[in-house]
């Protein structure tokens, strides 16, 4: 499964079945840039066990605003619509994994 984009009017929705990755950047973020592959290995490798969506937070901001985003990217973790993890920055494959697999 490919990592989706989503918006502010498709993201509750999108999160709120299963164990679902949101990640909350920005096109012009050198993190979030940095982060990209990585999400998309992951995907890879997950498959339909993790959900892997994308947020623009400078076009969808009511998103932004209800997760309280102060930085990014923001990868908020959601088990079938609750948030039940969140990270702020980079963070590895390895990291991202083991975060999935935890609440998996």
Known sequence: MAVQNLTDQTFE???KEGLVLADLGAPWCGPCKMIA???????EETGEELKIVQLDVDSNPETARKYDVMSIPTL???K????VENAVG??????????A????
């Open 76 to 78: 908020l973790f959601f």
């Open 13 to 15: 929705q999108e999160t």
């Open 90 to 99: 980079f963070r590895t494959k390895e990291e991202l994994a083991g975060i």
């Open 101 to 104: 697999k935890k609440h998996g």
């Open 37 to 43: 592959p990585v999400l998309d290995e992951l995907d």
């Open 80 to 83: 079938d619509g609750e948030l």
